[in-house]
């Protein structure tokens, strides 16, 4: 439980001390560059989640601080896409800032999604947690899906 109390507290300090840094005169290349660490942020926790979740890999009370990880990246999603910063190697659509309602709602549904992703690891219900897993996916999925260059 301690290490889990660590991991919660480090991954909101580190979330808050970036938040600091960004809020300042940030350049278009940089609020890429920061973008681009948030998502790398994401994608390492649910990578590792998903490992744990699949059982190819021991939790060891480590699920939870994958999806806390997971969950204080994502409420940064809704202020890492300012307007001007799809420069050099940005995979953002142009879509994101022509219609930045329908962007804020994806969002939202992926801080959403998170938060219950949380609360499933909380739980301990295999079912739950693979449940709420499966949904965090489908939201990550239905935005990159709408919002980001095809691979």
């Not at 940030?26 to 920061?34: F, P, S």
């Not at 996916?137 to 919002?147: A, E, I, K, L, P």
Request: aromatic content about 6%.
């Amino acid at each position: 439980m301690k290490r889990l109390i660590f991991f919660a507290i480090a991954a909101l300090s580190v979330t808050t001390i970036l938040s600091n840094i960004a809020s300042a005169d940030t350049t278009r290349e940089d609020a890429l560059d920061y973008r681009i660490s948030v998502m790398t942020v994401l994608r390492g926790h649910i990578g590792a989640a998903s490992k744990i979740v699949r059982g190819l890999v021991a939790d060891d009370g480590y699920l939870a601080a994958h999806a806390e990880g997971i969950a204080a990246a994502a409420t940064e999603l809704s202020r890492i896409f300012p307007e001007g910063s799809d420069v050099g190697e940005s995979e953002s659509l142009p879509l994101i800032w022509e219609e930045p309602e329908a962007f804020a709602d994806a969002i939202s549904k992926s801080k959403e999604a998170a938060t219950a992703f949380v609360t499933a690891t909380q739980s301990g219900d295999r079912a739950a947690i693979g449940k709420a897993f499966r949904n965090l996916g489908g939201s990550c999925r239905g935005c990159h899906d709408q919002y980001r260059v095809k691979n």
